[in-house]
Every structure is written in structure tokens, then in C-alpha cells.
């Protein structure tokens, strides 16, 4: 396969799996954004070998290290062929190699597959952080070297890893039941489910779909009309809170970004940013049904997008003529 068709595969993958990203960064120069589809594709077949695991058990485990072992041989100088079973494979080795990405977030990602492989309760929330830094934000470390702009500072991948962290503690709130039915996972960490009073029951019981007559739509009424309880609403919050203080930190600091891609970074962050909103709007119904924005919602947030990246673009335009005017 030639090194275009292959990119077209990632490309493919992106546009199937993640419309939502494909086209808030289709608008990127055409090579980030082909480099960017080809971690994607990565990303992509890394998570899913983790959410297949029920199915294919220690196979699973097989394919993890195969392919922790074919990274590995990309920074160890071995000549390889191509790995026929995926095309996406020779854009993922072009991409690392022309952008220099580090090992380590690659590592990271899939040693972040293998604790959902042998998942175990989240203890702490420092244990949930850490989860969500290998399992996301190791992305935000694989994507910034396509992102950085010139003002970026020695806080840069902090800041790319924290927008991955943000990001997956949205997805962990928004798909609390579908994860314990589908996957029988539960990441809310240990200590703050005992603190509220929340039980593994609790959440089992409100994630059910064979109430009444085993139909979704008996499930969400059932749900609707009883609420979900205060201290399971309280619980959700305090973790929301936390992710909202990430992107938040992140939208201060939006200025580390090439131009190329502030704008599809910060629409990335405030579409995802508003799926809090979404299950709040829902009455936290994250249980049995999957909140998303609209298309609707989303062409409203565009207002905001805007802002944000006119006051960065304004201020990175002030700073360009101070340094012109210090230099002169």
C-alpha cells in the first residue's frame, strides 16, 4: 500500500469513528491533519482491543503487547516491513517519525488499555487523574508537536495532556451506565462514592434497562420519574466541577496554539465542554440514556468558539508588535 492510500485509511477511520473531531480539524493545514488522523487511527485500534476484551480475553492482551512491541521498534532503529493487517499502519510510522512524537505517550496510551483489560475499581481521584492522563492525555501529548504554536512555553504539554484529562472525565460523566452495562466498569473513584453515599448497587439499579418490561424507553420514564438521587447528583458535580477547571485552564492559555489549529482546539474543547451541560439539562439521566450536542446546540456554540479565539488572536497580535517594537 502507498504511503498515500495509507493515509487515506486513517483519514477514513476519523471520518467514520469521530465525525464530530474530523471535521472540527478538517480545517487544518491538509498534513497536520492527515498526521493527526494517522494518531487517530492509533488511538483508536488501541481502545477498542480494550473495550473488545470481554469478548477475546487473554487474546486481547496478545495484541497489546504486539503492539507496544511494534512502537517500541520504531524508536529502536529496526527496518520495518509494513503491518499488512492495518492500513493505517505506514501514516502512524510517518507521522512519529517526521514529528519527532516522543515514545513515551505511546507507551502510556497502551499501558492506560491494559488497566481496563484487568480493570479494578478506581480508588482515589488521584487514581482516576492518572487513569485519564494515560488513557487521553497521553493524545493531547501525541498531537502537540502538530499543534504548538510559536508562544508556547516549557507549560505547553501540560496544558495539551490537561485538555485530554478534561475530555475523558466528560466521557467517564456522560457514560456512567452504558460502561457498567456494557463493560461492567464503574470509574467513579471509590472514596467519593463512599463519601456521597453512592453504591455500585445505586448505580446498577439507575443504569438498569429491563425495568418495567425490559424496554429503554420504560428504563429512561422509570429514571425520569424518580430522579436521580441527591447524593449520586452531587457526586456527578464535583467531578464535572473538576473537569470544567481543566478546560478552563486550558482556554486561559489558548495562545500556546498555532494559529493553524487554535480554532479547531477550542471548538474541540467547547463542544465537549458542553456535554456537562447536556446530561444537566437531561436531569443527570447518564444511566440510560447517551447525552450528546446537537448540531443545533453546537452552531450556537460557535458564539463562543469565537471569543475565545478572537481575544487570543488579539492578544498574540499585541504581543507580535511589543516584541517588533522591542526589537526596533
Not at 11 to 30: D, N, P, T, W
Not at 64 to 80: A, C, Q, W
Amino acid at each position: 500500500m502507498s504511503l498515500n492510500a495509507s493515509y487515506r485509511a486513517a483519514e477514513g477511520i476519523m471520518r467514520e469513528r469521530a465525525s464530530s473531531f474530523y471535521l472540527v480539524f478538517q480545517g487544518m493545514e491538509r498534513s497536520k491533519f492527515l498526521d493527526i488522523a494517522a494518531i487517530y487511527a492509533f488511538c483508536r485500534y488501541a481502545d477498542d482491543l480494550a473495550d473488545d476484551s470481554c469478548q477475546r480475553g487473554s487474546l486481547v492482551e496478545d495484541d497489546l503487547d504486539r503492539l507496544e512491541n511494534k512502537v517500541r521498534s520504531l524508536y529502536d532503529g529496526e527496518e520495518l516491513q509494513s503491518w499488512s493487517k492495518h492500513e493505517w499502519w505506514d501514516a502512524f510510522v510517518q507521522t512519529v517519525k517526521t514529528r519527532r512524537i516522543p515514545i513515551v505517550p505511546f507507551l502510556n496510551q497502551i499501558e492506560g488499555q491494559r488497566s481496563d483489560v484487568h480493570f479494578k475499581p478506581v480508588e482515589t481521584l488521584e487514581d482516576l487523574i492518572e487513569y485519564c492522563k494515560k488513557v487521553a492525555g497521553t493524545v493531547g501529548l501525541m498531537l502537540a508537536p502538530m499543534l504548538r504554536g510559536q508562544r508556547a512555553d516549557e507549560r505547553y504539554e501540560r496544558i495539551c495532556e490537561t485538555l485530554g484529562v478534561a475530555m475523558q472525565i466528560t466521557n467517564i460523566l456522560r457514560d456512567i451506565g452504558e460502561d457498567i452495562r456494557q463493560r461492567k466498569r464503574v470509574y467513579l473513584p471509590r472514596m467519593l462514592m463512599e463519601h456521597y453515599g453512592v453504591s455500585v448497587c445505586k448505580i446498577e439499579d439507575l443504569s438498569k434497562l429491563n425495568r418495567s418490561r425490559g424496554r429503554l424507553k420504560d428504563a429512561v420514564l422509570s429514571v425520569r420519574d424518580s430522579e436521580v438521587p441527591e447524593e449520586v447528583v452531587l457526586l456527578w458535580e464535583e467531578l464535572a466541577v473538576l473537569a470544567e477547571r481543566y478546560y478552563e485552564e486550558v482556554f486561559e492559555n489558548l495562545y500556546m496554539f498555532d494559529s493553524d489549529s487554535l480554532r479547531a482546539v477550542t471548538t474541540a474543547g467547547v463542544y465537549y465542554r458542553a456535554i456537562l451541560d447536556e446530561v444537566r439539562k437531561n436531569r443527570y439521566n447518564c444511566f440510560t440514556t447517551r447525552c450528546y450536542t446537537s448540531m443545533k446546540t453546537k452552531k450556537a456554540l460557535m458564539k463562543q468558539v469565537g471569543i475565545y479565539v478572537d481575544k487570543h488572536t488579539e492578544e498574540g497580535s499585541q504581543c507580535g508588535k511589543r516584541e517588533r517594537a522591542h526589537r526596533g
